[in-house]
C-alpha cells in the first residue's frame, strides 16, 4: 500500500545550521507530495506542496522537489532559526486522504 | 476565522465510558478527516467523509463510528472506550485532493 518514510529524530541544530530532512514515498500513480509543520501545542499546518514530478515546492525558506525517479521529497532550508524547532511530517496524498510519514522533531538552538 | 474547530480540546474517560468529539469547518469543505497521533506513530486515519452523506474507514477504524451531519460537521464516536484509545485525535478538512488540508487544534484524550 502506500507509504511514506522520513527520518528518525530528533534533529538537533544550531541556529543557522542546513537543515535536511529526508521523505521517501510508495505509492501506486503519481501523488501530491506535502510537508506539514506541527508547533507545540497546535494543529498541523501546511509548509509546502508538490503535485508533479520535477514540482518544487517553497514557503518560509524551506524547499522541497518531488523527485519521481528516486522517490524522494526531501525539505531543504539553507539557515534554520529557533523559530523553527516543530515536529515535521511528509504526507502524501493518492487520491482519498492524507498519508503521514511518522515525523521527525527538529530542535533548533541559539 | 475559525476554520476547523474542535471540542472538547481536553478529556478524560474512564474505561467503557462512550464519548463524542465534535468538528466543525466553516470553510464550504467537501471532504472530512478523522486523524490519532500518538508518540512514534505519526498521524494515522480513522475515518473519512469525501463529501456530504458518505464516509469510509481508513486504517484504524476499529473502536470508532462517524456521522457526517451534514457539511460542515463530522463527529467522532467512542462507544466504549479503551486505555489504546489514548491520544490527540486531530479533525482536518479540505475541498478536495489536491489542496491544503486544515486541521483543528486537536482532542487530547485520555482513558483510564
Known amino acids: 500500500g502506500d507509504s511514506v518514510t522520513q527520518m528518525e529524530g530528533p534533529v538537533t541544530l544550531s541556529e543557522e545550521a542546513f537543515l535536511t530532512i529526508n521523505c521517501t514515498y510508495t505509492?501506486?500513480?503519481?501523488?501530491?507530495l506535502f510537508w506539514y509543520v506541527q508547533y507545540p501545542g497546535e494543529g498541523l499546518q501546511l509548509l509546502l506542496k508538490?503535485?508533479?514530478?520535477?514540482d518544487k515546492g517553497s514557503n518560509k525558506g524551506f524547499e522541497a522537489t518531488y523527485r519521481k525517479e528516486t522517490t524522494s521529497f526531501h525539505l531543504e532550508k539553507g539557515s534554520v532559526q529557533v523559530s523553527d524547532s516543530a515536529v515535521y511530517f511528509c504526507?502524501?496524498?493518492?487520491?482519498?486522504?492524507?498519508?503521514f510519514g511518522k515525523g521527525t522533531t527538529l530542535s533548533v538552538s541559539s | 476565522n475559525a476554520g476547523v474547530t474542535q471540542t472538547p480540546k481536553f478529556q478524560v474517560l474512564k474505561t467503557g465510558q462512550s464519548m463524542t468529539l465534535q468538528c466543525a469547518q466553516d470553510?464550504?469543505?467537501?471532504?472530512m478527516y478523522w486523524y490519532r497521533q500518538d508518540p512514534g506513530m505519526g498521524l494515522r486515519l480513522i475515518y473519512y467523509?469525501?463529501?456530504?452523506?458518505?464516509?469510509d474507514k481508513g486504517e484504524v477504524p476499529n473502536g470508532y463510528n462517524v456521522s457526517r451531519l451534514n457539511k460542515r460537521e463530522f463527529s467522532l464516536r467512542l462507544e466504549s472506550a479503551a486505555p489504546s484509545q489514548t491520544s490527540v485525535y486531530f479533525c482536518?478538512?479540505?475541498?478536495?485532493?489536491?489542496?491544503?488540508?486544515?486541521f483543528g487544534q486537536g482532542t487530547r484524550l485520555t482513558v483510564v
Open positions: 505509492a501506486t500513480g503519481y501523488p501530491s
Open positions: 470553510m464550504n469543505h467537501n471532504s
Open positions: 482536518a478538512s479540505s475541498t478536495h485532493w489536491n489542496t491544503e488540508a486544515f
Open positions: 467523509s469525501a463529501s456530504e452523506g458518505t464516509t
Open positions: 504526507a502524501l496524498y493518492p487520491g482519498t486522504a492524507l498519508i
Open positions: 508538490a503535485t508533479k514530478a520535477d
